[in-house]
């Protein structure tokens, strides 16, 4: 009964911001690393960011060019997706998942996915 629901997307123009949440039930953050990936149609799952609930180190794709922040509240088993400066080349549906990955990009290692939510940004 693991489940990971995102919230927060929408239809943003270019330059502006939203803010992504992802709330877990059946499990606790403890040794998992939290990530977010994004899909664009016709394009491979992308990693985008990541954080690790043990010791909050963040790991970010270098074609975030700083523009995300992932942060993490563990009492409520939440993590965030501040998305800021947002292009149309940020068109996607975005996933949060929970895992114990040896790479933080590695997509495969993640163990429970989200069932992934649209962000838009176009004029």
């Known amino acids: 009964q693991v489940s990971l629901v995102e919230s927060g997307g929408g239809l943003v123009q270019p330059g502006g911001s939203l803010k992504l949440s992802c709330a877990a039930s059946?499990?606790?953050?403890?040794?998992?690393?939290m990530g977010w990936f994004r899909q664009a149609p016709g394009k491979e799952r992308e990693f985008v960011a990541a954080i690790s609930s043990s010791d909050a180190v963040t790991y970010y794709a270098d074609s975030m060019e700083g523009r995300f922040i992932i942060s993490m509240d563990t009492a409520k088993n939440t993590q965030f997706l501040q998305m800021n400066a947002l292009k149309p080349e940020d068109t996607a549906i975005y996933y949060c998942a929970i895992g114990e990955p040896a790479y933080a990009n590695d997509a495969k290692a993640y163990d429970y996915w989200g069932r992934g939510t649209q962000v838009t940004v176009s004029s």
């Open positions: 059946g499990v606790t953050y403890s040794t998992y690393t």
